[in-house]
């Protein structure tokens, strides 16, 4: 017997056709609906006998792991960054570098719970729109799945990493004309018709996956919730996925508190922090989402209205960041730290910077940033923002000139 149904997250109908991406009833968002009590006899010690990763948290997950389809995702690493605390002025500050998935991104969490149910059902082709993570990451999935794959990607603003790989798993990629939400609006029409399976995050499955970063995240810090996490937002399904993870945890009675969800968005790409500061329930979209962390660049976000719950219902909080605060906090986590992230995942850094100066942040506070993606991804981006490589002639004289300037 299945341990979920998929419900309308508006007006809670039951919704069984597998292949509409809203509620037939009401146009709502879907959401999955698990069933808890069975978890409710056990404890974390139970799970942690298999390996740190996705698949660690299975009776969290709505399929069954006997037709999983995995390349080995989750189980990141989560760092203690105590020169970054110390630059910021908080507590404790720690990075879950996402970047170190299978394909580089946290997408892969979600992946491998949506393709797995893609199997399950048999689907023949399977798609997303993506501004480039989510495509690299269905497209390893679907390779490895055998299940043909296309992904729909806006023109000349997807990272060189991204589509690389997009390519090299051997998807169908589309170049359309426009941005990610006409492309996503393509991949929709697409599916409505049911000419292919959609693994965009409006899937209500994928957010299932990605609830285990949250769920990794407490392991790691052995149950002593944060205060608060850290993340961009964009589509706006991760925080609602972590969301729902804080949720199922103090359903089931693993955690009693619950972290401070606190979401990043780039200047020009806004509408679920413009919606926060208007104390608004729901979104305004922007029209040309603009900004250097291209993930993120996104003006009608999918999930926009469930991170806005989740931010509310956590006592969280949503603030933009620019462009130049984006790649000073890359640089920083370089920096200082040597980690490598992708522009929208160092926006969580940034983000943690200007609320701490600002005031929201105490400095008491323990708070984990989660950085969603490789800085490998985006090689044109860090090599723009950096020196020349130094021209050296081919003597020891010359290099030691170069050192001592
Ligand atoms: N960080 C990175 C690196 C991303 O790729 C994305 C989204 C986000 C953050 C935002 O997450 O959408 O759940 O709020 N990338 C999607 C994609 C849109 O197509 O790869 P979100």
Redesign the pocket.
């Known amino acids: 017997m299945a341990n979920h149904k998929v419900v309308c997250w508006d007006c809670g109908a039951e919704v069984a056709d597998p292949y509409v991406t809203v509620c037939p009833k009401c146009g709502g968002l879907l959401t999955v609906k698990m069933d808890l009590e069975p978890i409710k006899e056990m404890r974390p010690e139970d799970l942690q006998k298999t390996p740190l990763g996705v698949w660690r948290y299975a009776p969290f997950m709505p399929v069954d792991p006997a037709h999983k389809v995995s390349i080995q995702e989750g189980g990141t690493p989560l760092y203690k960054t105590d020169a970054l605390s110390a630059e910021i002025g908080v507590k404790q500050a720690y990075v879950k570098f996402e970047g170190l998935n299978p394909t580089g991104?946290?997408?892969d969490r979600g992946m491998t719970v949506g393709v797995s149910h893609a199997k399950e059902l048999g689907a023949k082709v399977v798609g997303?729109?993506?501004?480039?993570?989510?495509?690299a990451s269905l497209a390893a999935y679907a390779s490895k799945a055998g299940i043909k794959c296309a992904v729909f990607l806006p023109s000349g603003k997807v990272a060189a990493g991204k589509l690389a790989q997009a390519l090299f798993f051997g998807a169908k990629v589309l170049s359309i004309d426009g941005n990610?939400d006409d492309a996503l609006a393509l991949a929709r029409k697409m599916s409505d018709e049911r000419k292919l399976y959609l693994l965009n995050?409006i899937n209500p499955y994928r957010p299932e996956g990605q609830k285990s970063v949250l769920f990794e995240i407490i392991d790691q810090l052995k149950f002593d919730v944060p205060d608060r996490v850290i993340?961009?937002?964009?589509?706006?399904?991760?925080?609602w996925a972590i969301y729902k993870a804080c949720m199922e945890l103090k359903e089931v009675g693993w955690i009693d508190k619950v972290p401070m969800l606190t979401g990043i968005q780039a200047e020009g790409a806004a509408p679920v922090a413009k919606a926060f500061r208007a104390k608004s329930k729901d979104f305004i979209p922007e029209e040309h989402p603009e900004t250097v962390a291209t993930?993120?660049r996104?003006g009608n976000?999918v999930?926009g209205r469930k991170a806005l719950h989740a931010i509310y219902d956590t006592n969280g909080y949503a603030e933009t960041v620019t462009d130049a605060e984006i790649i000073a906090a890359q640089q920083l986590l370089g920096r200082r730290e040597g980690v490598c992230v992708?522009p929208?995942?160092a926006a969580s850094v940034a983000g943690l910077k200007k609320l701490r100066e600002n005031g929201v942040i105490d400095r008491d506070e323990r708070v984990v940033c989660i950085c969603?993606?490789n800085g490998l991804k985006d090689p044109d981006t860090i090599i723009a923002n950096s020196p020349a490589p130094i021209k050296c002639k081919n003597s020891v004289e010359d290099v030691e000139r170069i050192l001592s300037e």
């Open positions: 991104s946290f997408k997303c729109a993506s501004t480039g993570n989510t495509s990610f995050s993340l961009p937002v964009g589509n706006a399904a991760n925080i993930a993120i996104i976000p999930s992708e929208a995942s969603t993606g």
